[in-house]
Nanobody
Framework: QVQLVETGGGLVQAGGSQRLACTAS????????VGWFRQAPGKEREFVSG????????RESDSVKGRLTITLDNAQNTVYLQMDHLKPEDTAIYYC????????????????????WGQGTQVTVSS
């Protein structure tokens, strides 16, 4: 069973940047499709970004496109989410999740397909 740990959250001013990390243990992260999701106060958890097992395919939600970049570092067994030009509405708990299966990117936003989840890391963007 893979364990996922998210780090890198914190308080940042609007317009600033933050890099989140999702580190896997017990299994190589490149064996999974990895997704980032977030849950803002009072809202449903939503898909943010995903990356394929090889790191060659990525997908971002429309709300973050152009501002967030997801990358895979095999040497660190970590998936990073670089967030730039942050807005107050990006405030949320950010979760990473892993899926053993190779799927079309169009279904990466379906949370129930992800087998393992981290505990989440809080990102707060002040205006």
């Amino acid at each position: 069973q893979v364990q996922l740990v998210e780090t890198g959250g914190g308080l940042v001013q609007a317009g600033g940047s933050q890099r989140l990390a999702c580190t896997a243990s017990r299994h190589t992260v490149s064996r999974f499709t990895v997704g980032w999701f977030r849950q803002a106060p009072g809202k449903e958890r939503e898909f943010v970004s995903g990356i394929s097992m090889t790191g060659g395919t990525t997908r971002e939600s429309d709300s973050v496109k152009g501002r967030l970049t997801i990358t895979l570092d095999n040497a660190q067994n970590t998936v990073y989410l670089q967030m730039d030009h942050l807005k107050p509405e990006d405030t949320a708990i950010y979760y990473c999740a892993a899926d053993y299966n190779t799927r079309n990117t169009s279904v990466w936003d379906r949370q129930r397909l992800f087998d393992y989840w981290g505990q989440g890391t809080q990102v707060t963007v002040s205006s």
